[in-house]
């Protein structure tokens, strides 16, 4: 699995959007790029994935460059419940083994 | 639909003893499995169930082993407990073992003294 990097702590406030960014320069053509978060106390929470194309959905809009080396994920209008450890995965469709790395902490302040 | 199940929410154990761990799926879930997060090491993938068998492993110990009932169900077993498995064990499940998302329960909190 390609290895990610992310900054380990942003803030943002509420209200405003969140775009934690991730690098995932080693990515192999059929891995996808996997984002989840984790609140204090609880499991991780699956967010969104993609593979090349930008993805939307309820919780949140997922940007991949063209190069595939790099994406972002937006958090639209982000809410003080949007707290917690986020996480970006590269790994291939379906794969029940992720690899978890340090994540960014992101903190919405109000 | 209820989530991920995950029992006991606490457990306090001694070192050597041994201890069992219980993850119920959401209902028709056919995939479970487990990782350890500890804050030195981060989350870490330990197996990995279908259909009762055995998919995939990560890179623990022997002493740590589970096992996936035909209800889906699944547990895993830590013997011979060592201070260092001191941990927050989750549990995933996912539709089938090709389903990109996992859904974790809240976990189990083990702690080793």
């Known amino acids: 699995d390609a290895k990610t990097t992310q900054p380990p702590s942003m803030d943002c406030a509420e209200g405003r959007a969140a775009n934690l960014p991730c690098n995932h320069s080693t990515i192999s053509g059929n891995e996808y790029v996997y984002w989840y978060r984790q609140i204090h106390s609880q499991g991780p929470q699956y967010i969104i994935h993609?593979?090349?194309n930008n993805e939307t959905n309820e919780m949140a809009s997922l940007i991949i460059t063209e190069d595939r080396k790099s994406s972002t994920l937006i958090l639209p209008h982000a809410t003080l419940r949007d707290t917690a450890v986020y996480y970006c995965?590269?790994?291939?469709?379906?794969?029940?083994?992720?690899?978890f790395g340090q994540g960014t902490r992101l903190t919405i302040n109000p | 639909k209820a989530g991920v199940t995950q029992t006991p929410r606490y457990l306090i154990k001694t070192r050597g003893q041994q201890v069992t761990l219980s993850c119920s799926p959401i209902?028709?879930?056919?995939?479970v499995s487990w990782y350890q997060q500890t804050p030195g090491q981060g989350l870490q993938f330990l197996f990995e169930?279908?259909?009762?068998?055995?998919?995939n492993k990560g890179n623990f110990p022997g002493r740590f082993s589970g096992r996936q009932f035909s209800n889906s169900r699944s547990e895993m077993n830590v013997s011979t407990l060592e201070l260092g498995d001191s941990a927050l064990y989750l549990c995933?499940?996912?539709?089938?073992?090709?389903?990109?998302?996992?859904?974790f329960g809240s976990g189990t909190q083990l702690s080793v003294l």
């Open positions: 993609g593979l090349k």
């Open positions: 995965i590269a790994g291939i469709q379906g794969a029940q083994k992720l690899v």
């Open positions: 995933a499940s996912s539709l089938s073992n090709k389903n990109e998302k996992l859904f």
């Open positions: 169930y279908f259909s009762e068998t055995q998919r």
């Open positions: 209902s028709g879930h056919r995939s």
